[in-house]
C-alpha cells in the first residue's frame, strides 16, 4: 500500500483544498518581524520516496524560513563529528515543559533534555562551532548537498531578526555556559543557531534532502551514507519522542511518525522504510506547530497507513 | 526475518545467561516489604508471537507481581467503557519529570501528563471505580480472560502492603480531587489500584495476554476484538513515549518499541505485527526499570531487528 | 506617642468610614459554602495595649471565623509541648510560592517551608493531635483562657463545610506523610486542623488574646507566661517574613509588623511593647488577605508610628 | 541599654575571640579565583552609633569585597532616581528559592522577587545604567560620600575575575531582556553590576556608611538626607524578609534584624534608631552567607537586647 505514490499527487491537491477553512485557526509566528510578514494563505506539501518518486501540491516549491527543522541535520552534523560523547553533554528524554524550557534546564543542572528542543539545539550550535572551523558554512554546504541544490541560501532578513530578538536563547546559553556545558563563545553559538534557523528550503527539497531518515542513513537518490543506520534510529526515536514541542505526544498518539516542525510553518515527517513527508503553512497552534501541516501529514498517514504504532 | 520464532528459543536462553553478571547493578524495589522479599536473582524472558509461537526462558512461568505494567490493561478497560470522554481527564504527553509528579500535576492544574504515570494510572482507575458496579473483579477477570487462564490471582500480601504505604499515591488522588478530576472516593480508587498492581502473572502469560496490542486490537487466540485499532494506535504511542519512566527517551533511543514495565521487574514491549516480548528480573536500575529485563530486551530487538524507528 | 490610646477610639471610626468605598475591590471566600455566605459589608476594629486599654470600631464584637489566624495560637502550644524539636520537622523561611504550596513541599521532601503556610499548619497540627489526648479541645481551651471567655466556640457548620472540601490540605498531609513527617492519622491532623480554623472570635477577644506575643510572652491582664521571651520572638519574626501569603514582604515593605491574616477577612496584627491590632473584613484580595484590613492596620501604624522597621 | 557603647569594645573583643574554633565550619567563596585566595582566618567586627559612636574588633579596618552588599545603596540610588516605578520592574516578596533563581524568574516572566537576589540588583544595575550617564563612577561616588572617604576603590582583581565568571548573572539578565524588562545593554549592566559587587570597604567603614538606614534616612554625622523615611523603612523591610539569601527566615527567628550579607564574608545588620553593625569572616555556610559573622551579629544583637522582634 506505501508504495502506490502514482495516484497520491491528486489526493495531495484534494487533502490540500480540505483545510482552507484551518488557516484561521492559527497564528503566524510574531516573535520577529521577517517571520510575521509571510502571508497566512500560504500552504504546500510535499511526499518524497526512497524509491525516487516526489510529488508535491500547493506552494510546495516556495522556499520557507526551516527554523527548528535545522535542529535534524544539525544533530546529524554533530553526531557524525564527535560521536556518542554528544550524548554526555544532552539527554535523549522528552522535556514535558509547556514553554519553560529554561526551568528544566536549570533543574538539570545545564543538561538539555534532548537536542530538540532550544537548549539542545544550542548545545548542538556549541559542539559546531567548536568543531568546525567555518560551522556556518558547513551547515549550509551539508543542506546544499542533502537536497543536491547549491543555491539554497541563508534569508539575511530570518537571520538579521532572529538576532537582534536572541535574548531568550542567549539566556538558555548562558545558563549552560555556567554549568560548564558550552565551549565555544556565546556570540559565535547563536549567531551559527540562527544561521541555521535561517535557512531557506521548500517543502520538496526538505521531504528529499531528509530522505536517508527513512533509509537507514543513505541517502537513495547518491547512495551516500549520511550517518549510520544506528545514528538514523536514534534521530527517529528522538523526533518521535520529541519532535512536535510539547504536542509530541499527541501526534504520536493522533498520526505516529518522527517528526520535526518549526515555527516558520515548516513540518517534516519521516515514513521508515518508505519517505519523508513535508508541508509548510505558517499559522501555529498554541504549541507552536503548523495548525494545516498537522492536519496534512495526519492525513496522509492515515490515508496510506503510514503510523509506526500499528 | 521476523517470523523464525523457531531458534528463538536458544538464543534467549543465552541471552539470559549473558546477564548473569547484570543482576548485582540494580536494586530490588523496597518501598513495600513484600517486593523487598524476592530473591534478586529470578530472571525470566518470554516472546510470543501473532502467529501462535511461544518460547521462553530462566523464570518465564513464575508469577510475579505486575504492578505498572496493570496501567496497561487498566488504560485499555477505561478507553472501552467512556470512549474519548477520557482524554478530556488525562493528557497524552510525556511527562519529563523524573521523580516529582507531584509537582506537574499541581503545575497542570490536576490533568495528568499522560495515563501510564502513577497520577494518570489513579484517573484511570477512577474512572474503573466509577464506571464498574465491582472494578476490582472486572480487572481480574479482563486479566485472565486475556491470559485464558482462571487462575490468575491478587497477591494479598502485596496488596496489603501496598494499602498501608499508600500516602503518596494518596497525595496525587486528593490532589486531583482537589481539582474536580476525581469521582469515586479516593479509597475505592486507592483500592482498585492496588489491586491491579498486585496481579501476579508470569512472563509468557503477560507476553500472550498482550498479543492485541501487536495485532490491531485482536487476539490472535481467539479473533475476539479487544480493542479498536485506534485506540491499540494509542497505546502503543503511549508506551512508546512514555512507558518507561523517565527512562522511556534512552529506551526509545536505544530499543525502539512501546514498553511498559513495573516495580516488580516486570517489562513488556509491543513489536506492532510481530508480538510481545516479556522480561522480568527485579532489580531496578535508578529510573525503576530492570536492569537485566532492559538488556534482554534490547538484545532481542537488536538481534531480530524489531525496533520502530528503523 | 503610642502610648495614648485615649483618642483612638474616634479615630478608629473615621478610618472605618473612609474604607466604604473599598468593599467592593475584594471578594468573599467562596471555595467552602459556610464563608461564602458572610456578608461582604462586613467589618470591625479592635485595639488592644499591654497596659489594659481596648478601642475598637465597627463589628468588632461580632464574631467571625478565625481561619488562619489560629495558625498562631496552634503554632504556641506546639511549641510548648515539644521544643525545639519542633523545628527539625518545619522550617522558618519565608515561602515565596505563590498558590503553588504543594510543588514546594515535594521539593523540600516533606518539610514545610514554615508553619504558618497550609502545610507548616498541618505538621502544627500532626504535632498536637499525637501530643494531647484531645487536641482539640485541647485547643478550644487554650482560646478560651487567652480570651478569658468560656463562651469562645466552634462554628459546627464551617468546620463541616471544611471537612467536606478538605482535598488540597489531604494531598498535603499525606505527601508529608509519605515522606515520614506526620505521625498521626491524616484523618486525625484533618479533623484538628479544621476544628482550629472553625473557632469564632471577634476583633477585642483576638486582639486581647494574642497580647502576650507583644509582651515578651506575658499576658498582661493575667501575668501568666503564655510562651517563652525566645519563643515570642520567633513567633513574630515569622508572621513579619511568612505571615501574610504570598503579600508578605509587600506588608512588610508598606506596613512593617508582624501580622496574620485568615481567609475568614480577620486580620491580626503584633505592635511589640505596645499591643495588638486586630480588623475583620470578609472582602479578600488575590493574596487571600482582607482588602479593608490591610488598609485600615496600615493606617493606624502610619497615624501611630508602629513599624518596626523605622 | 542600647545607648551604652562604652564598654562594648571589650565585648567585641571577647565575642571575636569566642569565634576561633568557627572558622572551619565555613568554606570560603571559590567561584571566582579572586575571592577565593582571600585569608579564611580573618574576621573583623564594628558597631557604629547614630549618636557618634564607632567600635571595632579584629580586621575591622582590613578592606573586603563587599560583593551583595552593594546591593542595599545600589537599592537606594535607584530609588532615589526613578521613584515608585521601580516597584513595576521588580517585586518586594521573599523569593523562598534555594540557589534556583532563574527558575523563579521565568515563573514570574521576567520580574524579580525582591531587589537583593541577584536578578533584582540586575535590574538595579540596569536602572543605573540607564539612568545615569556614568552609574560606575556615580556608585563609587555615593559610596566615598556614604562613606566620607575618597580612598574607597574597586578592586580590579575581583571585577576582572567576576566578569570572566559571570555566565549565570548573564543569563538571569538575558531571561529579563526576553520578557522586556531590562533597557540598557547586557554588557553594561554585567559591567555596572560586577563594579558595585567590587568595591572594597572595611567593616568600619560599611557600618558608618549605612548609618542613614537606622536614622529614617539622615546620614547622623553630616544631617545629609540619604534618602526618605519611607525608602528607609521599606529597605530595612526587604532586608529583614529577603537580605540573608535561603536563611532569612533563620536570621528573623534567630536575631531579628535587617540585614544583608556577601559572598565575601560581609555582613550588615542594621538597628533601627541605635545603630549598624558590621561583620566580616570569609568563610561561608551553605547559604552563602558568613559563618562568623552570623554568631557575631547574633551575640551582640542578644548582648544588647536589639531584635526588632521582641
Known amino acids: 500500500m506505501k508504495n502506490n505514490i502514482v495516484d497520491l499527487q491528486e489526493k495531495l491537491s484534494d487533502m490540500l483544498n480540505a483545510q482552507q477553512d484551518n488557516f484561521l485557526q492559527g497564528k503566524v509566528a510574531d516573535y520577529i518581524p521577517a517571520l510575521a510578514k509571510v502571508s497566512p494563505n500560504l500552504a504546500g506539501i510535499a511526499v518524497a520516496t526512497i524509491d525516487g518518486g516526489v510529488v508535491g501540491a500547493g506552494d510546495y516549491q516556495r522556499p520557507?524560513?526551516?527554523?527548528?527543522?535545522?535542529?535534524?541535520?544539525?544533530l546529524v552534523m554533530a553526531m557524525n563529528r564527535i560521536g556518542d560523547s554528544l550524548w554526555q553533554r544532552v539527554n535523549m528524554e522528552p522535556s514535558g515543559q509547556p514553554f519553560n524550557s529554561i526551568i528544566q534546564l536549570e533543574w538539570e543542572k545545564g543538561i538539555p533534555r534532548n537536542p530538540v528542543i532550544n537548549a539542545g539545539a544550542l548545545l548542538v550550535a556549541d559542539v559546531l562551532t567548536s568543531h568546525f572551523s567555518a560551522s556556518k558554512l558547513a551547515f549550509l554546504s551539508f543542506m546544499r548537498t542533502l537536497a543536491g541544490d547549491e543555491s539554497i541560501y541563508i534569508d539575511q532578513s530570518v537571520y538579521q531578526s532572529e538576532l537582534s530578538h536572541g535574548s531568550r536563547n542567549a539566556a538558555l546559553a548562558y545558563l549552560m555556559k555556567s554549568f560548564g556545558n558550552i565551549e565555544s563563545e556565546i556570540t559565535d553559538v547563536l549567531s551559527h543557531y540562527f544561521t541555521q534557523c535561517s535557512v531557506a528550503m521548500n517543502c520538496q527539497q526538505?521531504?528529499?534532502?531528509?530522505?536517508?531518515?527513512?533509509?537507514?542513513?543513505v541517502d537513495p537518490r547518491t547512495n551516500?551514507?549520511?550517518?549510520?543506520?544506528?545514528?538514523?534510529?536514534?534521530?527517529?526515536?528522538?523526533l518521535s519522542t520529541s519532535g512536535m514541542y510539547d504536542q509530541s505526544g499527541e501526534f504520536a498518539f493522533s498520526v505516529g511518525l518522527p517528526a520535526k516542525s518549526g515555527v516558520g510553518g515548516g513540518l517534516i515527517a519521516v515514513v521508515p522504510n518508505y519517505g519523508v513527508i513535508c508541508s509548510w503553512s505558517p499559522p501555529l497552534n498554541k504549541f507552536g506547530n503548523s495548525v494545516v501541516g498537522v492536519n496534512l501529514v495526519s492525513a496522509i498517514a492515515q490515508e496510506l497507513g503510514l503510523s509506526i504504532y500499528h
Chains 1, 2, 3, 4 share one sequence.
Open 206 to 217: 526538505l521531504a528529499q534532502s531528509l530522505l536517508f531518515l527513512a533509509n537507514k542513513g
Open 64 to 74: 520557507f524560513s526551516i527554523q527548528s527543522i535545522s535542529k535534524v541535520p544539525g
Open 224 to 238: 551516500n551514507v549520511i550517518c549510520s543506520p544506528k545514528d538514523t534510529h536514534r534521530v527517529n526515536a528522538i
